[in-house]
């Protein structure tokens, strides 16, 4: 009888901080594709543009008109899915219909004056002026909201907008659902092992190498053992970090530096800036301020929906989305092929 | 102070078959969209090609010719995501760590044999042929497997590769996340009330017919209280049902019906034929056979992207991936549109 060879073999895998699984089938990757292409990200954007509502001095659609910022900009988003107050539902005691008060704020963070930069092409210095801000941001919504989420969509592909560098953050007074799942199994974990889930983790991959893909004196970025998306990877401050508030200056210093070489190898696999939706999790805060949060570990994660191609993606669609996730190549497959890769960014490699 | 309105101010959720959350915000559907655009679904589609491997007669790119077929049509997947064995992962003691072998079985099933047809268009006899054998497949291959998952993406936009009217329909050694999930939810329900949980959603819906769209003698198809997707819809039988199977003649009939007015009236939203992702979900089969499954009742789910127009989808990306979906149109909202929609669908309007 064959011996099991996860890179040729069926199998599932577990995500013990989703409490979920997903279906790996690295036979299917021969797989020809004759379904949609997507369009290849654009390429030649305007450094400013007056008709770009995210640009210096632009007028946005609400009215509102930007200052001349020079680093980056944080402003509220003229379309808010969160306001800060507003009537509530009444509470009801029928199990099945079940709705609660919920509030917030959404706000945009643009990260540097010019549209035709992003991350990986930018300046350490202004790079680090990003990291500044979000954990400064963190830090002063956490103060009167349960949590403030993080996130980057970035390329059109992934329903973002716009092209210039920015992201977004949304603070609600509710604990979302897929960090209320991490909340239980990262206590739950703790409470076992009496250590914290993803250091326990993160020193294990750092022992087996497989899935590790870059290493720097204080951060490891790796392809977690049970990723869904083909590209999907996690950013961890190896000591035990709670929010992104918590980074000490070395820290935060050697984050930009992963973060511009993490993000250059994504851009080179297919010589495009490549599309994802990227956040940060971390421990609660409102309330959870003052409670023990040290099952917890920050981390970011990287959602990014290509496959095969610039212009293939993987769809998580039906089975997907009704029954559980599918991915065709390994993790093991994806670090090694990131790893490969190089950390400078393509165009900056003929400089 | 205002009241709260669920048309304007928002509000959390509850999806007790889930158990999360989704956060509505009615405000924010003034929000402009200058964000990607999707092609408009093809309409011109030759009635037979010999190119499409999924005619008659056609030659699959595995080498393999399908038959002459006039009806319905099932065969393996080229290309299956599960095989019906293979070695499998050694057990492993570190819960970070966890594989499981997963066996099973990918089977693609033609409607019809013409390619310019969809179930909404198709006559009751040949969609009343698809049902039938929706219910021989989940019963034959339940024998085997744990659960049987059928499910249609339909369109380009929902990654479907092919128009030809058609489904697929996996089968796996090992109960799916979200089944595994409301097979709980429900269970949990069913010992807390002595009743089905959506028979008793059911029986609620059809006295508030706040979100119900349409009712037959034996189906409701409604939006959900905690509808996700902007136009995401529930099928559901109004008897007890378990498994598709169990469907006896008169449901059948009345199935085929309702359905062909359901997706008219989807197809009709914006005069193109609708994408969307769509499956069956009901009890597990396998070695659950034996087992009390009264907690369950079959449902079909309807998972449909658009949400403006032809070509502009609802992107669940950023907040929605990272910490929890997010809707702007409440589900009340959704269904008084679908209900004001013609069942009648607008290819057959003017014969
Ligand atoms: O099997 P197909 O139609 O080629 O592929 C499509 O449906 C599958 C099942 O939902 C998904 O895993 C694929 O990502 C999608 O492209
Ligand atoms: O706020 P944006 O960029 O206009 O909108 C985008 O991101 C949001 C947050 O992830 C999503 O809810 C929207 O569906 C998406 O189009």
Same mark, same amino acid.
């Given at each position: ?14 995500n013990?901080l989703?409490d +979920?699984w ?5 036979? @299917? ?7 949609q292409?997507e %369009?290849v990200p ?8 007056s008709?770009?509502?995210l640009?210096p001095?632009?007028?946005r ?11 980056t900009?944080v402003?509220? #988003? ?8 507003g009537? /509530?539902p009444?509470e009801?005691?029928?199990p099945l ?5 919920a509030? /917030? ?5 643009? =990260? ?15 790079? @680090?002026?990003v &990291?500044?801000?979000?954990? +400064?941001? #963190?830090k002063e919504? /956490?103060?009167?909201?349960?949590y ?6 970035k390329?059109a592909?992934m329903?973002?907008? !716009?092209?210039h560098?920015?992201c ?8 979302p659902? +897929?960090l @209320? ?6 206590k ?12 326990d983790?993160?020193?294990?991959e750092?022992? %087996?190498?497989e899935? &590790? &893909? ?5 951060w490891?970025?790796?392809?977690p053992y ?5 590209? +999907? ?5 190896k000591r ?5 508030e ?8 050697d ?5 511009? %070489?993490?993000?250059s190898?994504?851009?080179?696999? =297919? !010589? ?14 409102? /309330?959870s301020?003052?409670e023990?949060? !040290?099952?917890?570990?920050?981390h970011a994660?990287?959602y990014?929906?290509?496959l ?8 998580m ?9 599918? @991915?065709?190549?390994?993790a093991e497959?994806?670090?090694d092929k990131?790893r490969?890769l190089?950390d &400078?960014?393509?165009?900056?490699? #003929?400089?």
């Amino acid at each position: 009888m064959t011996t099991f060879d996860p890179t040729e073999h069926q199998h599932i895998r577990f995500n013990p901080l989703k409490d +979920e699984w997903v279906l790996v089938s690295p036979h @299917r990757a021969k797989r020809p594709w004759t379904g949609q292409v997507e %369009k290849v990200p654009e390429d030649n954007i305007p450094r400013k543009d007056s008709k770009n509502p995210l640009c210096p001095g632009s007028i946005r659609s609400s009215g509102k008109v930007n200052p001349e910022y020079e680093g980056t900009y944080v402003f509220r #988003n003229d379309f808010e899915a969160l306001l800060e107050d507003g009537p /509530g539902p009444a509470e009801s005691d029928d199990p099945l219909f079940q709705a609660a008060p919920a509030y /917030g704020t959404c706000q945009v963070m643009c =990260f540097h004056p010019w549209s035709d930069v992003t991350l990986p092409i930018m300046e350490q210095k202004d790079v @680090r002026a990003v &990291v500044d801000k979000w954990a +400064e941001m #963190n830090k002063e919504l /956490g103060q009167k909201y349960k949590y403030v989420q993080i996130f980057e969509n970035k390329g059109a592909m992934m329903g973002c907008s !716009n092209p210039h560098p920015h992201c977004q953050i949304w603070a609600s007074s509710f604990l979302p659902n +897929e960090l @209320r799942v991490k909340d239980r199994t990262q206590k739950e974990f703790y409470q076992k092992y009496k250590k914290p889930m993803l250091i326990d983790y993160l020193n294990k991959e750092s022992i %087996k190498m497989e899935r &590790v &893909v870059l290493e720097s004196e204080h951060w490891v970025w790796l392809v977690p053992y049970w990723a869904v998306w083909p590209y +999907e990877t996690m950013l961890l401050p190896k000591r035990h970090v709670l929010r992104i508030e918590d980074l000490q200056d070395k820290e935060r210093e050697d984050l930009c530096l992963i973060m511009k %070489k993490l993000l250059s190898k994504y851009d080179n696999m =297919f !010589n495009i800036s490549f599309p994802y939706s990227m956040g940060w999790h971390g421990a609660p805060t409102g /309330g959870s301020l003052k409670e023990d949060n !040290n099952h917890w570990q920050l981390h970011a994660i990287y959602y990014p929906p290509l496959l095969r191609s610039a212009t293939v993606k993987k769809f998580m669609v039906g089975y997907e989305m009704l029954a559980q996730s599918q @991915r065709d190549l390994t993790a093991e497959q994806a670090a090694d092929k990131l790893r490969g890769l190089s950390d &400078v960014h393509y165009k900056l490699q #003929n400089k």
